[in-house]
């Protein structure tokens, strides 16, 4: 047997949990679904499925336990992450005043932000926030079973996997009513503008929130 039945049942329950809740992910999505639609988060939900994938590599290989025995690998982490969800904050902010005011009889606005990046941006948020890697570190190998036969790396990686592939449905969710929400203040012109504003206050309140 390569993982223990009851594990993986008590890894999904605890996983389901921790998706659900309200977090920096969620609002991630939640901003980036109201300021550029439901494929702009369904791109963030791309890119955090693949910083999950960056923390199980990084797990496994034991480079992240660097960061639970060090602070000052901690803060160095924590401070770049911080810096990044600030800085893109502040491109958002920046953009919606650059813009010219739209009369209500105009095409609505739509963000210039890129999103062919977003799913980037969504990644290195994941990747860059320090209490991610601890996650991996300290909850998932709750669920190695020493007494099977499979390796506890093999075991390390299937439950690092598994969570971001069973956490991308639960945020697609989100976005989906996130978006209903927001197609309401897509058809007001100067609405969209405040809900970028909105988006670029969220990430730096994101920031500082990593930070402390």
């Not at 963030?44 to 025995?69: D, E, M, N, P, Y």
């Not at 901690?74 to 005011?101: D, H, W």
């Not at 739209?102 to 210039?112: G, I, Q």
Request: charged share 10%; proline share 5%.
């Amino acid at each position: 047997m390569l993982v223990n039945p009851e594990f993986v049942l008590s890894f999904l329950a605890a996983s389901f949990l921790i998706a659900v809740a309200p977090g920096p992910s969620n609002a991630f999505l939640m901003a980036q679904t109201f300021a550029n639609g439901r494929a702009a988060g369904l791109q963030s939900a791309f890119g955090f499925a693949l910083g999950g994938v960056v923390h199980t590599l990084l797990a496994v290989v034991g480079l992240t336990a660097i960061l639970k025995a060090s602070e000052t690998a901690y803060a160095t982490v924590q401070y770049a992450g911080a810096a990044y969800l600030c800085y893109l904050g502040v491109i958002m902010l920046k953009s919606t005043f650059m813009q010219p005011q739209c009369s209500s009889d105009e095409k609505p606005h739509v963000s210039s932000k890129k999103k062919s990046n977003v799913m980037f941006q969504a990644m290195m948020t994941e990747v860059l926030n320090p209490k991610v890697a601890l996650f991996f570190i300290a909850f998932i190998p709750q669920f190695v079973d020493p007494t099977l036969s499979s390796s506890t790396t093999f075991q390390l990686a299937f439950f690092g996997l598994l969570y971001p592939l069973f956490a991308f449905p639960i945020d697609c969710t989100y976005i989906y009513f996130g978006d209903k929400i927001a197609n309401y203040f897509r058809a007001h012109p100067q609405s969209q503008i405040w809900i970028d504003r909105l988006t670029g206050v969220v990430f730096i309140a994101l920031a500082i929130n990593l930070l402390m």
